[in-house]
């Protein structure tokens, strides 16, 4: 870089954008350039004071303002000092830029101004929920306290029906119809009900729970259990009274099954719901209708003969009736 030319305008000593080297600056002494630069910003390293002290030595006895310029103007908007140019060009944007666009202060603003966005944010999201503090001393509002007050719900009672003697399944859904929970304790749902853990005609919460005994199911011989599969079997194709089914089982022309054991299916299929005498009765009787006519009593007689379907009268008028007679 070269001083500026004779003849041209005195420029004051300070610090000036180096067009040969953007983003810095140099100090101009006042009469010339000199070897001081600095990066364009606050962060300059020495004061224009300072370097004038260094490039503009005095005499003995001259005082600072008579080592200064007689004339200090600044330079003129836009003009530059280029190597033969007439003058520096001085920063001037930076130097008259307001205070709140430096950059310095522009990024703590920016800064503040992003934090009170998002505490805005915050607070309309937060929908005014904060409660609000009350002032020291003052006194609670209990008129703004809505008190609840929940009656205690009465327990229904149930009367607890008696279904001791019925099979656990009949149990069970009896007691269930009305409320109650049934534990039959993993018992043989087929067989009768012994005992119950609530006694009959007694008052019990609806839903509790209701345990029944229900009688431990027979381990069955052989011989009882044929037997049992055998009167099922005669029973599912034709009409058999209680005793003309025994007969059969027992018959050395029949099954030729032990008495005992042709008791026990006997009552095995009476305690277990597997057969009714008055359907077995009314079976009967439709079925000899179907062959030929009869009269009531010929039929009574045909059904309650022991040399015939063997019903009780019970079972036979109740078959009778079922037929229309």
Avoid: C
């Amino acid at each position: 870089m070269s001083t500026p030319n004779d003849g041209q305008p005195t420029y004051a000593a300070g610090w000036y954008a180096d067009v040969n080297a953007p983003g810095t600056e140099r100090w101009y002494d006042g009469k010339a350039w000199t070897q001081h630069v600095r990066a364009v910003g606050p962060e300059a390293a020495l004061s224009g004071a300072a370097i004038a002290a260094r490039t503009s030595p005095t005499t003995e006895g001259q005082t600072a303002a008579h080592a200064a310029p007689a004339q200090a103007s600044s330079p003129a908007a836009g003009s530059r000092f280029v190597d033969g140019a007439t003058a520096p060009v001085m920063n001037e944007t930076a130097a008259r830029r307001p205070w709140y666009k430096r950059k310095g202060i522009v990024i703590p603003v920016g800064v503040l101004a992003a934090i009170i966005v998002v505490s805005a944010i915050g607070g309309a999201l937060g929908g005014g929920k904060d409660d609000e503090v009350p002032a020291a001393g003052a006194e609670k509002d209990d008129t703004d306290v809505a008190e609840v007050l929940v009656e205690d719900e009465q327990p229904v009672m149930v009367a607890v029906p008696n279904v001791v003697g019925m099979v656990g399944s009949e149990a069970q859904s009896a007691l269930t119809s009305i409320g109650f929970d049934v534990d039959l304790g993993g018992g043989d749902m087929t067989m009768p009900v012994t005992a119950q853990s609530v006694a009959s005609e007694t008052q019990a919460e609806e839903g509790s729970t209701i345990v029944l005994t229900l009688q431990e199911k027979p381990k069955l011989t052989l011989g009882q259990q044929n037997a049992i599969d055998s009167a099922q079997s005669y029973l599912s194709f034709s009409a058999f009274s209680r005793s003309g089914l025994s007969r059969q089982l027992t018959s050395e022309y029949g099954e030729g099954f032990d008495p005992a054991d042709a008791e026990f299916a006997m009552v095995y299929l009476e305690q277990n719901g597997l057969v009714d005498w008055n359907a077995q009765a009314a079976k009967s009787a439709q079925s000899y209708l179907d062959m030929t006519s009869f009269s009531r009593q010929g039929l009574y007689d045909q059904l309650t003969s022991e040399y015939g379907e063997g019903f009780t009268p019970e079972q036979a008028n109740a078959g009778l009736a079922a037929v229309g007679y």
